[in-house]
Structures are given as structure tokens and as C-alpha cells.
């Protein structure tokens, strides 16, 4: 295996390689470490996977993110085509992303850590919420407010509670379109919200069961940084 860079990306390599060939979950590096990245494991199963299948090498690692970097722009590209359907605002827009400084570079686009996925899933709530905030098709509505759920939990158990910070201007932008009655009457809603809160909770629960002291963890390291 070559050199990883230093950054989380060593840390992530190990979780996965622990998982695939030792069945182990969590790392004991040291008693007072082991709780200090308390971020879920989506990712690292998704890596894990790669390695068990291309070998345990820092591509095998990278190559989630690759992709998740390509989707991040083509999610970006057709979102604004079909929206505005306009192809050069839409081209120019998931150009833009490509030549932002920091975005093909060590900890997002080049390396195995897990911020380019958050940013994905992210920008995929805003883009459907968004959808389903206009939409005046209740087929098609309902449709984006599911995808919206869905990419909001994809990203808190690819990287934890991130998505909260987007709360608060979502709720505004509910009341400014006049949707929050459709919004809390719709059995879809319920229905997302009632999968999202089982698979977060199925995590975050099942680990503190095996890993006592985990919760206490997660709002020490990452809620109350």
C-alpha cells in the first residue's frame, strides 16, 4: 500500500480494513482515543467493500469518493438543466465546482475522506427540498420530499449531525412558500421521516449497546465542538 495522506483519510483506511478482514467495528487505539471519531459508518462499508473487492490499497479507499465527487457534479449539472432548463447555466455551474481551489486536492475530492459524500448528500436535500418546495404536482412533490429525507439521512450516517445547520433556513423557506400545512398533513412525510428516524436511530442506538459511553461521545466530540 502507498502513502496515505495525513489527514482522516489514514484513520478511515484502517476502520475499513479492520472490517473487512478482522470483523472488528471499532478501533481501540488507546482507552481515552478509541471514541473521539464518532462519525457513522456508511462510508466506511461502502470502502470496506472496495477493498474486500480491488484489494486494501489507497485506491480501493479513494475510489468511493471519486464517485461521489462525480455525482456531486452531475447531480449539480442536471439539477440546474431540468430546473432552468437552460445547458450552458447548467454546464458552466458543475464547471465551476472543478475549478474551485481546495475541491480536486487532498481531504475532499483526491483523498478517502468522507467530506465530499456529506457535501453530496447535502446538496441533494437542498436541491429536492427546493423541488418540492415549488412543485405544485402532488405526484411529483411528494416524490422530491422523499428524496429530500432520504439525502438528508445518507448524510447523517456518512458524517453525523451536519445537516442541522440547514434546519432552520428550511423551516423559514417552508412557511415563505406556504407549505408547511401540506408539509405536516402528508403521509409520505411521516412515512420518510418514520425510515429516517428508524436508520439513524438504529445506528446511534446499536452502537451505544455495543460501545457504552458512545452517545455521551458524540455530544462530547461532535454536537458540542
Given at each position: ?7 482522516d ?21 488507546d ?12 462510508f ?22 471519486i ?45 478517502g ?7 453530496l ?34 448524510s ?43 436508520a ?26
Amino acid at each position: 500500500m502507498n502513502k496515505l495522506f495525513i489527514f482522516d483519510e489514514g484513520y478511515y483506511f484502517i476502520r475499513a480494513n479492520e472490517l473487512g478482514e478482522h470483523g472488528r467495528f471499532f478501533i481501540f487505539f488507546d482507552p481515552t482515543s478509541h471514541l473521539q471519531n464518532t462519525k457513522p459508518y456508511l462510508f466506511v462499508f461502502i470502502q470496506t467493500v472496495f477493498g474486500k473487492c480491488f484489494g486494501w490499497n489507497e485506491w480501493s479507499l479513494r475510489m468511493p469518493i471519486i464517485i461521489s465527487s462525480v455525482a456531486l457534479i452531475g447531480i449539480i449539472y442536471f439539477f440546474i438543466k431540468n430546473t432552468y432548463k437552460d445547458y450552458w447555466w447548467a454546464l458552466t455551474s458543475a464547471a465551476v465546482l472543478l475549478v474551485i481551489p481546495y475541491f480536486v486536492y487532498p481531504h475532499m475530492a483526491f483523498t478517502g475522506d468522507h467530506d465530499v459524500p456529506l457535501i453530496l448528500f447535502t446538496t441533494g436535500f437542498i436541491f429536492y427540498y427546493y423541488s418540492f418546495l415549488v412543485e405544485p404536482e402532488k405526484k411529483e412533490y411528494q416524490r422530491y420530499l422523499l428524496l429530500a429525507i432520504l439525502f438528508a439521512t445518507l448524510s447523517v450516517l456518512t458524517k453525523g449531525w451536519m445537516i442541522v445547520f440547514f434546519l432552520p433556513a428550511s423551516f423559514v423557506f417552508l412557511f415563505l412558500y406556504k407549505k408547511h400545512r401540506l408539509l405536516f398533513t402528508n403521509g409520505y412525510f411521516w412515512m420518510g421521516m418514520g425510515f429516517s428516524i428508524i436508520a439513524i436511530a438504529s445506528w446511534y442506538l446499536g452502537r451505544e449497546y455495543v460501545d457504552p459511553g458512545y452517545l455521551k461521545a458524540v455530544w462530547t466530540y461532535e454536537m458540542g465542538r
